[in-house]
Structure formats: structure tokens, C-alpha cells
């Protein structure tokens, strides 16, 4: 532990003699390895200007700069260099698109750096040329000196290559002077830029566009406060200071533990000590150990005859119990009754199609009586309508017979010549005109009976298509409403279960979640299986019905709160059923008992069950093992009607749903559709919609004739009403003809009979007209028992017609009913069998008992000789075996140890010297590292004092170069430095305003903000240190008087340190430059002259 404190002490100072090379003008040797704290000096602030520029001549200019850099397909150059720079100056110049920007940014990159530092990018896959693979960048860094890195290895300059993929993949291969591969790991990278100070994030040794942009456009003095700490490495000062601070305090939590295990080491002195203090004799152990022998052996043989009293206690408890004999006989009455109720109800049913089949020949027997009726109705009719029209004619006939006995009576002979001729000559014309109105009358009549059948057939044809257009009307409605399901399905397949389904089913999961079941119901069923052959779909619904919304519970109290949940979503009357049974992980063994077809699947084989809860519960109630589908009828009723049906095998379903068994079948009433079962819910949209646009369009084609036949038989209606009224109105001129053709005639004879003739004929037509009334009052009694008779054989219809209606509802009862009394059939018979099972397990289980009882009796007895041997008393124990167990080994542990302490004595005052020597030891190491912590906590202190008069210093000695500079354009700068709020504000003012308060560098112009950040990079480049330093574009939007000073100033900067490195990029002529051999320039080519050239 002081070990690692200590560690962390060297690594601070390390880190902080590190720091403080950066501020001094020669290099310093590394200190590695000690934790000595140095003593540094204190800055004088009035004399920050004053710096001792002069270096040793121990060759320091010649670690660290920049020998030459090459670089292949990076970026957007083909091939760029070898540059070999000089040891001073260099200027790097060309315009836009030269690769000017491309050797800084590949110099960052070939050091280590990462993407983000270039500004350039944010992956280094974005540097690999378009069309390329990979890019690499080849720098060479010098390495002569009195401190080379590793000299005897690398030699004078060591050769840094980057790879970078395509993918954004970088290798690295650091090499020597030589050309051989030394290392491709970046730890050691990381060694070579840390002795050689060299820092490529660093904005005092790389300075690129962007960040100088940034700077320039910077309106937060806290970033330009941040931009100065991270130049003069104070930053990371700063980040050191607060790591040790944070190893500080995770030694003091290892302190802490490790204080908790000195407990243990003095816990373990005190056991070591009481063992050196205490040897005693062993007799009086030895001789307890010897009684708790005896008490264990007489205490086994105890607990052996408890045993065997509970095993007989057990037998004759599971010998009385007769729950399972009496559960048993339940369940073989139940089955009785059970079995006794499917033969009623298989009874009632062909009693009640016994009785359909006589009602439908009834029904037909009386329609066709009603046929024959109605006929001879109508027949009547025109026989009644007859004789009264001829007794109205005899009672007319009568009149004029006693008008003329009257006038004749009463009245005086007239001209008999004259009114004779007139007579015949009416009499003629009314004969002629009678003669037109009877040819009339026929054709009409005759036009009244085509129109009356015509009339019957239209109605006929109404009834029809109005039956038709009904049910097509109740067809489209099923269809709407289960294309609605399958769009509420769409988005939940459940919701084709009932609307609510899936609320329910998440009410289920939270209330598994909070406890409430003890075992989470499954189910619906339909949703937990699916189909191998979709074509099955209606067969496998049809067999399964009502157990599609079906849940299953492993137990009533489950059951029990299912019902509740359901009590929500479902009305009473709708609730999905619940099947209890308990729950396991394996199917039933159906072996001899499901049925097995070489060419037919059972249900059980056309069904994909992933649950084994749900395969159980569909074999127990319903017995989809035992079922058969058949998709043609004929071929079903040929397997189960045949001579010999399959084997286990109760029924049959076929493709259309039809049910077959072996005396019997069922066919459904309408066509049946897959409502839970269809595969997808999109397909089945489509065909659902295409069935109502057929449905639709059928309705309206029958709405559209329905209406036509309406209006038709409104038509015929209104015309044979027309034709009646004319061939009435016909008869009435008939009758009218007839009566003055008769009285003419009955003028004739007047005159020449006499009156007793007339009171003759009077007479007689009298007795015609009873006669007549007689026929007249037999015809309507006649027709009036026509009509009751009809009505009676009308209503006797409407009867059976009712009572084949309720013998259909009650056959549909009874079917559900057989149905489900087959399912508790099938529940019993596994019930049964399973009652059968447990009484066999039970009187199984009773016999084991009886056997294990037989085995404890002889354990009981050899345990009592072995006691016994040991020691002849019987020995009473207050104690269990358990309990004697742990003390006979505590006292044999306790007896070895103190005969082995007793053996050893010089063992046991050893162990007590090392126990001893152990805790003070590690007392005295927690003592070492708290004095340890103590003295880093004021060394701290000092330390954060010395960073604090070293930023005081820095920050002063950067105001005062920044001044100095800045006076050189004639300019008044001034930098303010807010150590606290972390600020740093600069304000420039121009000539000529110097009196001006408005000092902001935003109303500076382009080239004086240029100007100024380069006189702040200058100060920063006076007060610290770096093997090489790059400024890119410094001058782009300097005027030509701006930038001259701005080069001078740059050139006489790097000839007072001219064993430092510096490297200029301008687009700019360097035509003005003074010859000297400091100053390397590296002109680049444009790359159209580039590619003329090639």
C-alpha cells in the first residue's frame, strides 16, 4: 500500500517537472522514477520580459523537429514530398488546392493524432484518396543529442509510417535510421512524443485555420481563457492535480479496508495467544466424549422407532382414507349419467328428425290441398257471382212484368201498327248491339284470367326473390361484420377473438405479475395453435366450435379470478369458457389410443401446438386424437359408414364442415366461413372485400329486379282492376240491353195477350226467383265454407310451418347439447382414468410404505444390537442425534487440537510470534501510509500555491510580449487575466484611436485581427517550449504593410531561438523574405501544372 502511494507521488512529480520545462528557456534531464519534490523559484513579474534566450550547446535543436514528411493518396493528392524541412525556418507556400493544409493535417495524424484534432474531419477514412484504399504518411523525426530517445536502438532519427484503410483503419510502424521495424505499438508512439515534449493538440506547436478561426471569431472570453491554459500546458497541470487529489482519496479508502482486515490479523493474534496460554488436560474431555457416544447410539436407535411409529401411523391413515375409492365411484356415475344423457339426447334427435321429415311431407301435402282450394274458392265464387247476377235479372224481369200488368190494366188501346214497327226496329238494334257487348264481355273475361295468373306468377316470383334478397341482406351483414374483425386483427391478430381480447390478455400479465395466479392462464386456444394445411381451416372450426375462445386454468382459484377479469370486458351471457385442469409439461402417451389413417390426418396431426397445456385440454375435452379430416363427404361417409370404420375413431369433419359418424351425419344450414384459424389477415381482407363487392352488387341486382317485379305486378294490379271495372261496367250494358229487349218484347206479347197470360208468366217468374235465391243462398253458403275451409288449411300450414321452426331451434339445441354431453363424456372417461390411476398409485404407495416399514424395523433392530455393544444400559438423552453429532465433532476437533498443542508446544509459541510479528507489522504499514497521506495533503498545498504563482507569472509575461508586440503596428493592446471566473479578455485599439474606449477586436478589420492573433501566438510561443511550432495561413487576411510586420516579427522570433523549429503556411509571396540560410521555402505546384508535367 505505501508501495502505491508512493507511486503516485512520482507520477505527480513526474507530470509537474514536466510542466515546468515548458517555461524554461534550455531542456531539462528527466527525473523518472523519483519522488523527491523540487524547489522552484519564483518568478519575478517585472523582469516576465527579460528572458535568457541563449541555449546550452549540448545540441538540443537537433530532438525532436522535423526531418522530412511523404505522403501517399491523402486526402486529394496522389503524391505529396518528400519535404525535407530545414532546422529553423520554414515556409510552406502555394495557393488553394496545393496540399498546403494536407502536410499539417497529415503531420497531426502521422504523430497520433486523432481526425477531430485536424478540424479537417471526424473519421481518418474521410483522409483516404476517392478510389483508393488506403493512404499513408511517412514522417521522420531527428534524434541526436545528449538526451536521444533510445540512441543505441533508433540511432539519429527515427522514421514514424501510418497506414490508414479505407474502413478507417490505422497501423503504425515506428522504425530506425536503418529502415527496420522497432515497435508498432502506440504506447511506445506515445513514449517518443513525451520525451521529445511534443504535443500535436497543442495550438502553441500546431496551429491550424480553424482553430485560429475560432479564436478570431470568438466571443467568449472563457474560451479564449481556456485556449491560453491549454498553450501553456496549465491545463493539464491543472488535470494532474486533481487525479492525485482522486488517487489520494482511493488510498484512503484502501487505508480504511485495509484497517479492517487488521481486525481480522489481531482476531486471529488473540486465538493464536489464547492457544499458547492454554494447554489443559484432555481427560475429562476424552471421558464426555465417551458418554456422548453412548447417548448418540441409544439416540439413534430413539429416532429409528419414532420412525417406524410414523410409518405405521401413515399406513393406517392412507389405509382409512377411501376418498379416492369414493371420488372413483362419483366418476363412474358420472360417466353413467353422462352417457345416459347423449343416448336421450341422441333419442330426442332422431325422434325430432323423424318428426321433420313427417311435418315437411305434411307441409307438402297441404300446400298442395291449399293449391286445390283456392281453385275450387275462385271457382265458387264465379258461381255465386253468377246466380246472383241472374236473380237480380228475374227480380228486373219481375218489374217490368208488373208495370206492364199495371199499364195493361189501367191504360188505353194505342195505335198498334205504328208502335209495333218501332218496337221491332229497337228491338233489332238492341239484339245487334247485345250481340257486341257479349263478344266484348268474352274478351274480357278471358283478359281478366290471363291477367289474374299472370298476376299470381309475378307474386309468386316477389316472395321469392324478396326471401333471396334477405338472406343475401343477412349474408352481407355477417360479411361486414367480420370484415371488421379482420381490420380490427390487422393490427392485433387477437382482436378476432372479441373486441376486447387484448386488453384482457395484458390484464392477465399484470395481474401474473402482482401474484394473483398461481400459475398464468393460457389460452385463448384458438390463438395458441395454428393449421399445417390452411385448406383445413373450416373443418378443423367446424370440430373445435366453441373451444376457439376457450382459456385454460391450472386450478378454481385461478379460475375463480379469471372469471373476475373477464367480468369486465364480457358480459355475462358472452363470456369465453374456462377449462380447469392442471398443468404439465409433457403431452399425454397417446400410444393405442388416437386413431392412425394411411391416407387421413386426426385433428391432432393437422394442428402446430407449441404449448403442451393446450394439447392436453383439447384431448380431455374433445378428443381431437379420436377425430378424423376427410375433405370429401362421400369419401367420409364411405370410411365411417362402410363396413368396418378406423379404429378409435369416433367422428369425421370434412372440408365444408359437414359431421359424420358412424350411423349418422350432420350437414351445416349455410355456407361455413373461417372466422379464427385464416392465415393472413391481409389475404382474407381481400377476399372478404371481394365477397361483399359481389354481395353488394348481387343485392343490388336483386334490390333493382325486386323493384322491377314490384312495379310490374303494381301494373298488372292496376290493369286488371281497369279490366274488371270495363268488363263489369260491360255486363251492366248487357243487363241494360237485355231488359229493354225483354220489355219490348214483353209490350208485343202485352198487346196481344191478355192479362190473365201476364199474372200467369208474373207468376211463374216469381217461383223462378225463389227458386234462383234458393241457388243464389246455397252458392254463398257454399262459398263461405269454401273460405273457412281454406282458412282452416291456411292456419293448419302456418302451424307445421311453426312447429318445423322450433323443431329446428330445438334440434340446434340438442346438437350444441350433444356436443358438449360428448365433450363431459370424453372429460369423464379421463377423469375416470385418471382416478383409476391415483387409486392404483395410492394402494402402491401403501404398499411401499409397508415395505420401507419392514426395512426400518430391521435398521431398528441392528441399530438396538449395535447400541447395545457399545453399551448394555439404555441410555436416556435429552438431546437429538444432530445435536450430540455437533458436539461429539466439536469435542474430537477440540481434543485433536489440544493433543496436537499438547504434542507440539514449540508449533504453537511459533504460530503466536508469527500472529504477533503479522499484526504489528501491518499496524506499523497503516501508520506509514496515514503519516504518508498526511504529508501528500501539505505537499498538495505547496503545490497548488506554486501552480498558482506559475500561472501568475505565465499570464504576466504573456501581457507584457503581447504588448510589445502589438507596439510594433503602432497598436495599444492589452490582455486582462480573471483567474476566478476563468476569463480572458483582449482588446486592441488601432493607431489613431488610442483615446477611443470602444476596444473590442471585432471592430478591428481582417488583417489587424490577423495581426493580433499572431502576436498572441508569439507570446505564448516566448514563455513556453516545443521542439517545433506550426502556423497555418497566419497572413490570409493581412494587408501587405501588416503582414510585412507580422513576417519580421515571425523571422526574428525564430533567429532568437534558432535551435527550435518553426513551419510557416502562406498562400502568399515570399519574394520579400531576407536570403538567410535559416529560412527554407517549399514552393508547391498547382495541380493542373502538376498534371501537364505527368
Known amino acids: 500500500m505505501q508501495r502505491n502511494g508512493v507511486g503516485h507521488l512520482s507520477a505527480m512529480n513526474k507530470r509537474k517537472s514536466c510542466a515546468y520545462n515548458v517555461v524554461k528557456p534550455s531542456k531539462t534531464p528527466r527525473t523518472d522514477g523519483k519522488t523527491h519534490v523540487q524547489d522552484e523559484e519564483e518568478v519575478?513579474?517585472?523582469?516576465?520580459?527579460?528572458?535568457?534566450?541563449?541555449?546550452?550547446?549540448?545540441?538540443?535543436?537537433?530532438?525532436?523537429?522535423?526531418?522530412?514528411?511523404?505522403?501517399?493518396?491523402?486526402?486529394?493528392?496522389h503524391l505529396l514530398g518528400p519535404f525535407k524541412f530545414g532546422p529553423n525556418v520554414n515556409f510552406i507556400v502555394g495557393n488553394n488546392g496545393t496540399g498546403k493544409s494536407a502536410i499539417l493535417t497529415a503531420l497531426i495524424v502521422g504523430l497520433g493524432g486523432k481526425a477531430t484534432t485536424t478540424n479537417r474531419g471526424t473519421s481518418l477514412k474521410g483522409f483516404v484518396k476517392y478510389g483508393e484504399s488506403s493512404a499513408d504518411i511517412k514522417v521522420k523525426l531527428k534524434n541526436r543529442g545528449n538526451d536521444p530517445y533510445k540512441g543505441d536502438i533508433y540511432g539519429d532519427s527515427i522514421c514514424i509510417e501510418h497506414r490508414i484503410s479505407s474502413d478507417g483503419c490505422r497501423t503504425c510502424k515506428i522504425k530506425n535510421k536503418m529502415g527496420h521495424v522497432i515497435s508498432t505499438k502506440k504506447e511506445e508512439l506515445t513514449a517518443i512524443l513525451d520525451h521529445f515534449g511534443i504535443q500535436v493538440d497543442n495550438p502553441v506547436s500546431v496551429l491550424n485555420q480553424e482553430m485560429s478561426k475560432q479564436f478570431l471569431h470568438s466571443k467568449s472570453e472563457a474560451d479564449k481563457y481556456k485556449f491560453f491554459m491549454k498553450a501553456t500546458l496549465l491545463e493539464q497541470m491543472k488535470r494532474d492535480y486533481i487525479h492525485i487529489k482522486q488517487t489520494k482519496a482511493l488510498t484512503r479508502d484502501q487505508v480504511e479496508r485495509q484497517e479492517e482486515c487488521l481486525k481480522d490479523l489481531r482476531q486471529l493474534f488473540l486465538q493464536k495467544k489464547e492457544r499458547y496460554e492454554r494447554l489443559s488436560s484432555l481427560d475429562d474431555m476424552r471421558q464426555t466424549l465417551e458418554d456422548l457416544k453412548k447417548k448418540m447410539a441409544w439416540c439413534l436407535v430413539r429416532e429409528k422407532e419414532r420412525q417406524v411409529e410414523q410409518l405405521k401411523e401413515q399406513i393406517e391413515k392412507e389405509e382409512s382414507d377411501c376418498k379416492n375409492e369414493e371420488k372413483l365411484q362419483l366418476c363412474q356415475n358420472k360417466v353413467s349419467a353422462a352417457e345416459k344423457r347423449a343416448q336421450d339426447i341422441q333419442m330426442k334427435l332422431c325422434m325430432l328428425r323423424e318428426e321433420q321429415e313427417r311435418l315437411a311431407e305434411e307441409s307438402r301435402k297441404m300446400k298442395e290441398e291449399i293449391k286445390d282450394k283456392t281453385k275450387a274458392q275462385k271457382n265458387q265464387e264465379v258461381v255465386y257471382f253468377r246466380a246472383e247476377n241472374k236473380l237480380k235479372q228475374l227480380e228486373k224481369e219481375q218489374c217490368l212484368l208488373q208495370e206492364r200488368i199495371h199499364k195493361i190494366s189501367h191504360g188505353g188501346r194505342r195505335s198498334h201498327e205504328t208502335e209495333h214497327a218501332q218496337h221491332l226496329k229497337k228491338i233489332s238494334a238492341f239484339k245487334k248491339q247485345l250481340e257486341k257487348l257479349e263478344t266484348e264481355s268474352n274478351a274480357l273475361n278471358q283478359e281478366i284470367k290471363d291477367k289474374q295468373q299472370a298476376l299470381h306468377k309475378g307474386r309468386e316470383e316477389y316472395d321469392k326473390l324478396s326471401m333471396e334478397e334477405k338472406n343475401i341482406q343477412v349474408s352481407l351483414e355477417f360479411k361486414l361484420k367480420r370484415k371488421k374483425q379482420l381490420m380490427a386483427s390487422r393490427?392485433?391478430?387477437?382482436?378476432?377473438?372479441?373486441?376486447?381480447?387484448?386488453?384482457?390478455?395484458?390484464?392477465?400479465?399484470?395481474?401474473?405479475?402482482?401474484?394473483?395466479?398461481?400459475?398464468?392462464?393460457?389460452?385463448?386456444?384458438?390463438?395458441?395453435?395454428?393449421?399445417?394445411?390452411?385448406?383445413?381451416?373450416?373443418?378443423?372450426?367446424?370440430?373445435?366450435?366453441?373451444?376457439?375462445?376457450?382459456?385454460?386454468?391450472?386450478?378454481?382459484?385461478?379460475?375463480?379470478?379469471?372469471?373476475?377479469?373477464?367480468?369486465?370486458?364480457?358480459?355475462k351471457g358472452s363470456r369465453p369458457q374456462i377449462m380447469v385442469c392442471p398443468f404439465t409439461d409433457r403431452v399425454y402417451n397417446l400410444h393405442g389410443r388416437g386413431v392412425h389413417h394411411p391416407e387421413f390426418p386426426s385433428v391432432l396431426d393437422c394442428l402446430n401446438i407449441e404449448n403442451p397445456v393446450i394439447t392436453n385440454c383439447l384431448i380431455d375435452m374433445r378428443g381431437i386424437e379420436n377425430i378424423l379430416i376427410i375433405k370429401d363427404h362421400a369419401c367420409a361417409r364411405k370410411v365411417m359408414q362402410g363396413s368396418r370404420p378406423p379404429r378409435n375413431c369416433r367422428e369425421v369433419f370434412t372440408a365444408d364442415g359437414d359431421q359424420v359418424y358412424t350411423n349418422r351425419s350432420y350437414t351445416p344450414d349455410k355456407e361455413v366461413l373461417v372466422k379464427y384459424l385464416g392465415g393472413d389477415p391481409e389475404a382474407e381482407i381481400r377476399l372478404v372485400e371481394s365477397e361483399l363487392e359481389n354481395t353488394q352488387a348481387q343485392l343490388s341486382r336483386f334490390q333493382l329486379h325486386l323493384s322491377s317485379v314490384k312495379e310490374d305486378i303494381q301494373f298488372m294490379e292496376e290493369k286488371l282492376r281497369s279490366v274488371v271495372m270495363a268488363c263489369k261496367k260491360n255486363q251492366e250494358s248487357i243487363n241494360k240491353v237485355k231488359a229493354s229487349i225483354i220489355e219490348l218484347e214483353n209490350i208485343e206479347e202485352a198487346q196481344a195477350e191478355d192479362i190473365s197470360s201476364l199474372e200467369e208468366d208474373a207468376q211463374e217468374n216469381e217461383q223462378k226467383i225463389e227458386s234462383e235465391r234458393r241457388n243464389v243462398k246455397e252458392a254463398q253458403d257454399e262459398l263461405k265454407n269454401h273460405e273457412r275451409v281454406l282458412m282452416n288449411i291456411n292456419q293448419k300450414y302456418k302451424d307445421v310451418k311453426n312447429k318445423m321452426e322450433q323443431l329446428s331451434d330445438e334440434t340446434e339445441q340438442l346438437k350444441e347439447e350433444q356436443v358438449k354431453a360428448e365433450t363431459v363424456c370424453s372429460k369423464l372417461d379421463q377423469a375416470l382414468k385418471v382416478f383409476e390411476k391415483k387409486l392404483e398409485d395410492h394402494q402402491a404407495n401403501i404398499q411401499a410404505m409397508r415395505d420401507e416399514l419392514s426395512l426400518r424395523e430391521d435398521e431398528m433392530l441392528d441399530c438396538e444390537a449395535k447400541a447395545k455393544e457399545i453399551c448394555p444400559v439404555r441410555q436416556q438423552a435429552d438431546q437429538s442425534a444432530k445435536s450430540i453429532d455437533v458436539e461429539i465433532t466439536r469435542l474430537r476437533q477440540k481434543i485433536s487440537t489440544q493433543e496436537s498443542s499438547h504434542g507440539d508446544k514449540e508449533q504453537v509459541i511459533r504460530e503466536y510470534a508469527e500472529a504477533h510479528s503479522n499484526y504489528k507489522s501491518k499496524s506499523s504499514q497503516l501508520r506509514d501510509l496515514r503519516k504518508f497521506i498526511d504529508r501528500l495533503d501539505n505537499i498538495m498545498i505547496d503545490r497548488q500555491d506554486r501552480y498558482k504563482s506559475l500561472r501568475r507569472s505565465l499570464s504576466v509575461r504573456c501581457k507584457l510580449y503581447f504588448n510589445n508586440f502589438m507596439m510594433q503596428l503602432h497598436c495599444c493592446g492589452s490582455m486582462m487575466f480573471d483567474h476566478v471566473n476563468e476569463t480572458l479578455s483582449i482588446s486592441v485599439k488601432p493607431p489613431g484611436q488610442e483615446k477611443n474606449n470602444v476596444s473590442d477586436m471585432r471592430s478591428l478589420s481582417g488583417g489587424e485581427r490577423s495581426f493580433s492573433t499572431v502576436c498572441f501566438i508569439l507570446a505564448l510561443w516566448e514563455i513556453t517550449e516545443s521542439p517545433f511550432r506550426c502556423l497555418d495561413e497566419f497572413d490570409v487576411y493581412m494587408d501587405m504593410h501588416n503582414r510585412s510586420i507580422s513576417m519580421n516579427m515571425l523571422v526574428a522570433l525564430s533567429e532568437r531561438q534558432h535551435l527550435r523549429q518553426f513551419i510557416f503556411i502562406t498562400p502568399q509571396s515570399t519574394s520579400h523574405l531576407p536570403k538567410s540560410a535559416h529560412i527554407t521555402i517549399h514552393q508547391l505546384q498547382d495541380p493542373e501544372k502538376v498534371a501537364e508535367e505527368e
Open 44 to 77: 519575478d513579474e517585472e523582469d516576465g520580459v527579460q528572458q535568457d534566450h541563449s541555449l546550452s550547446a549540448s545540441g538540443a535543436g537537433d530532438i525532436g523537429v522535423i526531418e522530412s514528411i511523404t505522403l501517399r493518396n491523402f486526402m486529394s493528392h
Open 491 to 571: 393490427s392485433n391478430r387477437l382482436r378476432r377473438f372479441g373486441d376486447n381480447m387484448p386488453e384482457l390478455l395484458e390484464s392477465i400479465d399484470k395481474a401474473f405479475a402482482q401474484g394473483r395466479f398461481i400459475k398464468k392462464p393460457v389460452g385463448p386456444i384458438g390463438a395458441c395453435i395454428s393449421l399445417k394445411d390452411p385448406s383445413l381451416a373450416v373443418a378443423v372450426e367446424s370440430c373445435l366450435r366453441s373451444f376457439i375462445k376457450t382459456f385454460c386454468c391450472d386450478n378454481y382459484r385461478d379460475e375463480k379470478v379469471l372469471q373476475e377479469l373477464m367480468s369486465v370486458y364480457f358480459p
